[in-house]
């Protein structure tokens, strides 16, 4: 009896680290933002919006995270340079935060509205994005 039911918790605990490694691999790759959904109206944000309308976002395999844009004014590369080589790490099943243990992951937040679609609660920010790979 011991042994069916150790039998049984191992195969469980299998079957939910794999289910988590399947999810993990919905995220990993290259995305690429195809249009702003929504943008704050705040003057202020204007030049972090305009670097995030032709952003692309790289989540790697390892957790490593990283971010580009064409349009990199000074205040997006203070977003890029605190973001890039960093790790991101799922939250649950919505919501991706980016940052190190140290910091507790609080450099970004990211939640994923649909499977095309980034909101970033901080800025007020909604992006249609499509993976690349």
């Not at 918790?9 to 959904?37: H, P, S, Y």
């Not at 000074?74 to 919505?94: C, E, P, R, V, Y």
Request: hydrophobic share 40%.
């Amino acid at each position: 009896m011991k042994n069916s039911l150790l039998t049984i918790f191992l195969f469980l605990c299998c079957g939910m680290a794999f289910c988590q490694n399947t999810a993990d691999e919905k995220i990993i790759g290259i995305w690429k933002v195809k249009r702003v959904i929504h943008a704050s109206d705040n003057a202020n944000f204007k030049d972090v919006v305009n670097g995030f309308a032709v952003a692309t976002f790289i989540f790697e395999k390892d957790h490593t995270f990283k971010i580009t844009t064409n349009k990199n004014s000074k205040l997006f590369k203070m977003i890029t340079d605190m973001a890039n080589g960093k790790q991101w790490i799922k939250l649950n099943d919505s919501e991706i935060a980016v940052g190190s243990k140290k910091d507790g992951y609080s450099i970004m937040s990211i939640i994923c509205k649909s499977e095309n679609v980034f909101v970033f609660p901080e800025t007020d920010l909604e992006l249609e994005v499509e993976k690349q790979q």
